[in-house]
């Protein structure tokens, strides 16, 4: 998957994960908790989500790393295979 792969199935995800979130207009550098007003069972429905969306695993310590749309856009392309 490449990057702009990706980067639509984040979208996806966090549309599919959390109720109202509006990934759409979101830049990919905003920080997805605060613009989002995720709270913590929100960004684990969106962490699930994406795993079962891509079949790359996320592990807990992986979070952190998971805090804009471009970040998480990064870390699933690294993980299945196509960086870019």
């Known amino acids: 998957m490449d990057r702009e792969q ?4 984040v979208r996806e995800s966090l549309t599919r994960a959390v109720p ?3 990934s759409r207009g979101l830049a990919e550098d905003a920080v997805l908790r605060d613009e989002l ?6 960004f ?4 699930e989500t994406l ?6 695993t996320i592990d807990e310590e992986d979070y952190e790393r998971l805090d804009t749309l471009g970040a998480c856009a990064e870390f699933v392309a ?4 196509s960086a870019s």
Request: charged fraction near 20%.
């Open 6 to 9: 990706a980067l639509a199935v």
């Open 20 to 22: 109202g979130a509006d």
């Open 44 to 47: 684990l429905n969106f962490v």
């Open 78 to 81: 690294a993980r299945s295979g």
């Open 37 to 42: 007003e995720l709270d913590s069972l929100d």
């Open 51 to 56: 795993s079962g969306e891509t079949g790359v």
